[in-house]
């Protein structure tokens, strides 16, 4: 039996600014501790009829967020409205509740509108409808930021915290997708699917040429909600009787993970801060000016074991 990692997370459950949050990392200065990011590029948004425009999406998870809407001139008659919106994909949008601005008119255009974001999700964006007539306007993000000099460490710190939880739980926190590959078909009538939580999976097989052939969804069901989830033959259907090449025969593809960042667990995030900490804290394989050897916080295992597939 083997496993493979074929796509990898192309997330992490913590963002580096909760992870600076955490350290109680800052900077030194206010130029370095904001950013802007802009969401509608500052310009004259001209209208036929009413026109749509969907702001860039703006990564926001773990920073502090205040969204400007700069607003020029509004032609005659002109309006805008602008709403923002969240997402944890950056794919599907959500109206975030009170998100939406006063709507600019010639009455109170030439000012600027600010609206603090509280949302928890991975990523936040701006839809603007103009009508009548052109209007000047733009609209940024400022996120409270922190020195840099460190996010590369971070980040690997990040990217091994998650693999260790991981490894520890013997679970998937974010979507990826692996391969179990198998010498042959089981005797019993399932097949367990390691690291949990299961979202799908498919079957193929090679026979004696080498031939890859899909075993037919039809034969069996996927049960994604036992831990660990199974791949169960329906009643009255049996694995292929074709003869196999004499390794790595079987393979079942499968998806798994919670999903997105903030369908993690909080005592995983929570762990995956402590053993955060202590790397940064403990940067050196041993002890090198006498100190007591530190090892892994007994508080981070303690989090993991409670969810622990075996």
């Known amino acids: 039996m083997a496993l ?15 992870v600076k949050a955490h350290l109680r990392i800052d900077s030194v200065s206010l130029a ?47 309006k805008v409205d602008v709403k923002l919106q969240d997402s944890d994909n950056g794919t599907t949008w959500t109206d975030v509740t009170d998100g939406a ?25 701006v839809v603007a ?11 940024s993000m400022i996120k409270g930021a922190s020195t840099s000099v460190e996010d590369d460490l971070l980040n ?15 679970r998937s926190y974010i979507t990826q ?27 193929k097989y090679y026979d004696i040429s080498d031939t890859e052939a899909p075993f037919n969804p039809s034969n069996y069901f996927v049960d994604t909600k036992s831990e660990p989830g199974w791949v169960v033959l329906n009643t009255g259907c049996l694995w292929p009787s074709t003869t196999l090449r004499p390794a790595n025969a079987v393979c079942v593809e499968f998806i798994a993970g919670y999903g997105v960042a903030t369908a993690v667990p909080k005592k995983v995030k929570q762990a995956m801060l402590l053993l955060i900490s202590h790397w940064y804290e403990n940067r050196e394989a041993v002890a090198t000016s006498g100190a007591i050897p530190k ?16």
């Open 32 to 78: 370095v501790d904001i950013t802007t990011e802009q969401s509608i590029v500052l310009g004259s948004h001209d209208v036929a009829a009413d026109y749509s425009l969907e702001g860039a999406k703006v990564d926001v998870l773990g920073y502090s967020v205040l969204v400007n809407l700069d607003a020029g001139t509004c032609g005659a008659g002109g």
């Open 177 to 203: 997708t692996w391969e179990l590959w198998l010498d042959a078909f089981p005797i019993q009538n399932y097949i367990k699917i390691p690291l949990p939580p299961l979202q799908s999976a498919t079957v």
């Open 295 to 310: 090892e892994i916080p007994f508080s981070v295992e303690a989090l993991l074991w409670q969810d622990r597939c075996f």
């Open 4 to 18: 493979k990692l074929k796509t990898a997370p192309t997330t992490e459950p913590l963002s580096l600014a909760e």
């Open 129 to 139: 409808t103009v009508a009548v007539a052109a209007c000047e306007f733009a609209v």
């Open 156 to 170: 690997s710190f990040i990217t091994g915290a998650r693999q260790y939880c991981e490894s520890f739980q013997n």
């Open 101 to 125: 601005f006063t709507q600019v008119t010639e009455a109170n255009d030439n000012a600027i509108q600010e609206k603090e974001y509280t949302g928890t999700r991975h990523y936040l964006r």
